[in-house]
C-alpha cells in the first residue's frame, strides 16, 4: 500500500465552479498536510499546509484534514482558467516526507 | 529574483556519463532538498541539509551523492548514468528544518539519459 494515494484525473471543470481534490494516506504519524501547485514544467509552489487536524482557509482555496479517516482535501471556491495545473498533496512527519502523484486540473472558460 | 535557481534546465547526455545538477537560494534558508519527479509526476524525496549536514539520505543508487559548499548551495552529482535516471529533479529549501513543511522549489532540471 501506497503511503499517499491521489486520484490522477485529469479533472475538468467549467470556471466558477467548486473544485475538490482529495487524498488519502496510511501513516497515522503524519503530523503536516500540504498541497502544491505545480503548473507544466514549472517547479511545484505550496498552496497551503495545516498542522494536525481541521480546516484552514486562504481565499478561494480551503484545506481539510480528517485524521480519523486519513483523509485530506484541498477545495478550490469559483475555479479559475488560471487554476489549470497539477495539485499535489503531501505529508510529512520527522524526517519523512512524501507526495501524491498529483491531480491534473483543467478550468475551461 | 530568483529564489532557487538550478542549473543547467534541460541536460541530455549519454549512458555511463557523470553530471552534476547546481542548486542555489538567495533566501537565507538552512535546509535544503533534492527530489526526483518521474513520468507519471511522482516526487520522490532524495536527500536533505540542514546547515550543510546531511540529515535525509533516501534510498536512492549511491551514484548519487548530494555536496553541499555552503548553506546557499546544494548540488547533485551522478556518476555512471543510466536510462532510468531520466526524470526532472527538483532542488527545494525551507527557513529550517522545523519549517520542512514550507518548502520553496527550484524550476526543475529535466535530465535525459540516451
Known amino acids: 500500500q501506497k503511503e499517499v494515494e491521489q486520484d490522477p484525473g485529469p479533472l475538468s471543470v467549467p470556471e466558477g465552479a467548486i473544485v475538490s481534490l482529495n487524498c488519502t494516506y496510511s501513516?497515522?504519524?503524519?503530523?503536516?498536510f500540504m498541497w502544491y501547485r505545480q503548473y507544466s514544467r514549472k517547479g511545484p509552489e505550496l498552496l497551503m499546509y495545516?498542522?494536525?487536524?481541521g480546516n484552514k482557509e486562504d481565499g478561494r482555496f480551503t484545506a481539510q484534514v480528517d485524521k480519523s479517516s486519513k483523509y485530506i482535501s484541498l477545495f478550490i471556491r469559483d475555479s479559475q482558467p488560471s487554476d489549470s495545473a497539477t495539485y499535489l498533496c503531501?505529508?510529512?512527519?520527522?524526517?519523512?516526507?512524501?507526495f501524491g502523484t498529483g491531480t491534473s486540473l483543467t478550468v475551461i472558460p | 529574483d530568483t529564489a532557487v535557481s538550478q542549473t543547467p534546465k534541460y541536460l541530455v547526455t549519454q549512458m555511463g556519463n557523470d553530471k552534476s545538477i547546481k542548486c542555489e537560494q538567495n533566501?537565507?534558508?538552512?535546509?535544503m532538498y533534492w527530489y526526483k519527479q518521474d513520468s507519471k509526476k511522482f516526487l520522490k524525496i532524495m536527500f536533505s541539509?540542514?546547515?550543510?549536514?546531511?540529515?535525509i539520505n533516501e534510498t536512492v543508487p549511491n551514484r548519487f551523492s548530494p555536496k553541499s559548499p555552503d548553506k546557499a548551495h546544494l548540488n547533485l552529482h551522478i556518476n555512471s548514468l543510466e536510462l532510468g535516471d531520466s526524470a526532472v529533479y527538483f532542488c527545494?529549501?525551507?527557513?529550517?528544518?522545523?519549517?520542512?513543511?514550507?518548502?520553496?522549489f527550484g524550476p526543475g532540471t529535466r535530465l535525459t539519459v540516451t
Open positions: 501513516n497515522s504519524a503524519f503530523q503536516y
Open positions: 503531501a505529508m510529512s512527519v520527522g524526517n519523512q516526507f512524501y
Open positions: 495545516t498542522y494536525s487536524s
Open positions: 527545494a529549501s525551507s527557513q529550517d528544518w522545523d519549517s520542512s513543511y514550507e518548502q520553496y
Open positions: 541539509y540542514n546547515n550543510k549536514e546531511l540529515i
Open positions: 533566501l537565507g534558508h538552512d535546509t
